[in-house]
Nanobody, 121 residues
Framework: QVHLVESGGGLVQPGGSLRLSCAAS????????MGWYRQTPGKQRELVAT???????NYADSVKGRFTISRDNAKNTVYLEMNSLKPDDTAVYYC???????????????WGQGTLVTVSS
């Protein structure tokens, strides 16, 4: 079993910053890609940013230049530094781990429970 636990969400004013963290735990051998997705009511979950174990990153156009994703492979933890936040960034942010190889050599995808980010004055 693999579990993802997010932290760092909350209320922030427009123009402010937040840092999200997501730690993966369980019988993990390796994780290929970790990332963040977000969802608002009535809309599909959308990609925010991803990072591979080799450090290759991918960002949604809407967050490029404002958000930075990073990863600590030794701790199986991914971070999302969010700057210059806008009200449109308000959403539940979900952590994702793709290409998780367990110690039993089973490959799976895992999701966190989500953390709410609210950008409002």
């Amino acid at each position: 079993q693999v579990h993802l636990v997010e932290s760092g969400g909350g209320l922030v004013q427009p123009g402010g910053s937040l840092r999200l963290s997501c730690a993966a735990s369980g019988s993990i051998f390796s994780i290929y890609r970790m990332g963040w997705y977000r969802q608002t009511p009535g809309k599909q979950r959308e990609l925010v940013a991803t990072i591979t174990s080799g450090g290759n990153t991918n960002y949604a156009d809407s967050v490029k230049g404002r958000f930075t994703i990073s990863r600590d492979n030794a701790k199986n933890t991914v971070y999302l530094e969010m700057n210059s936040l806008k009200p449109d960034d308000t959403a539940v942010y979900y952590c994702n781990a793709d290409g998780v190889v367990t110690t039993a050599r089973v490959t799976l995808i895992a999701w966190g429970q989500g953390t709410l980010v609210t950008v409002s004055s």
